[in-house]
């Protein structure tokens, strides 16, 4: 199975803040990683598809970025409706698999 | 639209069975990868089975064995029939479309707690 880890596990930033979280993969899984915003209650949101594709209706304020094993997340402004867990994924190979979630709140 | 529904869930006791449901709209079971994936109470997501298209269905090693996916393509719902529950599937479980690997559609699972 492909190992996902994610860093930070969690971080508090203000609203306008530039957040970037990193996921990393245990072997080259090229641009097949994705990424998921979670609220409290609620199931997952696809964010971001193939490493770097917005999912269709999000703002682009959320970008993704890298290949091969090392991979971002980028939310350019951090606005309200912003603060929530955020999962990697990977699509290369079955089993799928996450990674352990980063934890984004209000400073 | 694309929709997905769970519903099955609720309180068993260890070692009893339940069978969860997703009832799709907006695209075909049939020609699509589905998915259920797991949450455990304040922990992070975890894949447990998958069935493709053509049919074929691959299991996460904690369930292999107890779990079978399965689908109804005249109703256009996918299962998922959990045996010998233990504590430890205790969970919100989701269904989802795999679409070439990410999980583009989710429905807003349904809770399963084995005590």
């Known amino acids: 199975d492909i190992q996902l880890t994610q860093s930070p596990s969690s971080l508090s930033a203000s609203v306008g803040d530039r957040v970037t979280i990193t996921c990393r993969a245990g072997q080259n899984i090229y641009t097949s990683l994705n990424w998921y915003q979670q609220k409290p209650g609620k199931a997952p949101k696809l964010l971001i598809y193939?490493?770097?594709t917005l999912h269709s209706g999000l703002p682009s304020r959320f970008s993704g970025s890298g290949s091969g094993t090392d991979f971002t997340l980028t939310i350019s402004s951090l606005q309200p409706e912003d603060f929530a867990t955020y999962y990697c994924?990977?699509?290369?190979?079955?089993?799928?698999?996450f990674g352990p979630g980063t934890k984004v709140d209000i400073k | 639209e694309v929709r997905l529904v769970e519903s099955g869930g609720g309180l068993i006791q260890p070692g009893g069975s339940l069978r969860l449901s997703c009832a799709a709209s907006g695209f075909a079971v049939s020609s699509s990868y589905m998915t259920w994936v797991r949450q455990a109470p304040g922990k992070g997501l975890e894949w447990v089975s998958v069935?493709?298209?053509?049919?074929?269905?691959y299991y996460a090693d904690s369930v292999r064995g107890r779990f079978t996916i399965s689908r109804d393509m005249s109703n256009n719902t996918i299962y998922l029939q959990m045996n010998s529950l233990r504590a430890d599937d205790t969970a919100m479980y989701y269904c989802a479309r795999d679409n070439f690997g990410e999980f583009d559609y989710w429905g807003q699972g349904t809770l399963v707690i084995v005590s």
């Open positions: 069935i493709y298209s053509g049919g074929r269905t």
């Open positions: 994924q990977q699509g290369y190979s079955s089993p799928r698999t």
């Open positions: 193939a490493a770097s």
